[in-house]
T-cell receptor, first 110, second 113 residues
């Protein structure tokens, strides 16, 4: 069965420091991987997905099929990056049944 | 464009009752998905509707059902409510294949007493 693991519930970094939010998945096929973000008092929204290979708000994530990981990285954290981050997986290309990890709350310390 | 709207935003019910939640997708979006969010289980997929047909279903009991109308609006129904059904229910819409970027609504907070 498919599973998404985010090992850190809480992560604190100083402003300007690099940040990496970990995501590991288990699925025998070829999944689509996503990162969703929820800022305080806002809705859950898509941050990025592996198929687009974009950099959004300075964040990047590379799908590593060998390590079954999709870690989210940013070289210099900003205070506005403080939010809840969810890694999600879809087992069907183009489908909308996402399997979410439990989330990591990132706090950027000024 | 207006975002995804969900009504009601808050709901209190007692065990054994049933409840219907509503979701209006972004104009032009044909896919609507529902998720349950609880502190213990996190975000869990309930079901997805596309062009009035259930396309995918999560691992929830038959008490949870849904439907989609011709205007893409969707409802989900939970019958014989249990205490464990207390949760935030999120709806998300997307244009439909091949674009599966989901846009989430604010959620309906259901409390079962």
């Amino acid at each position: 069965a498919q599973r998404v693991t985010q090992p850190e519930k809480l992560l604190s970094v100083f402003k300007g420091a690099p940040v990496e939010l970990k995501c590991n998945y288990s699925y025998s096929g070829s999944p689509e991987l996503f990162w969703y973000v929820q800022y305080s008092r806002q809705r859950l929204q898509l941050l990025l997905r592996h198929i687009s290979r974009e950099s959004i708000k300075g964040f990047t994530a590379d799908l590593n099929k060998g390590e079954t990981s999709f870690h989210l990285k940013k070289p210099f954290a900003q205070e506005e990056d403080s939010a809840m981050y969810y890694c999600a997986l879809s087992i069907q290309t183009g489908a909308n049944n996402l399997f979410f990890g439990t989330g990591t709350r990132l706090t950027v310390i000024p | 464009k207006a975002g995804v709207t969900q009504t009601p935003r808050y709901l209190i019910k007692t065990r054994g009752q049933q409840v219907t939640l509503s979701c209006s997708p972004i104009s032009g979006h044909r896919s609507v998905s529902w998720y349950q969010q609880t502190p213990g289980q996190g975000l869990q997929f309930l079901f997805e509707y596309f062009s009035e047909t259930q396309r995918n279903k999560g691992n929830f009991p038959g008490r949870f059902s849904g439907r989609q109308f011709s205007n893409s609006r969707s409802e989900m129904n939970v019958s014989t409510l249990e205490l464990g059904d207390s949760a935030l229910y999120l709806c998300a819409s997307s244009p439909g294949p091949p674009d599966n970027e989901q846009f989430f609504g604010p959620g309906t907070r259901l409390t079962v007493l």
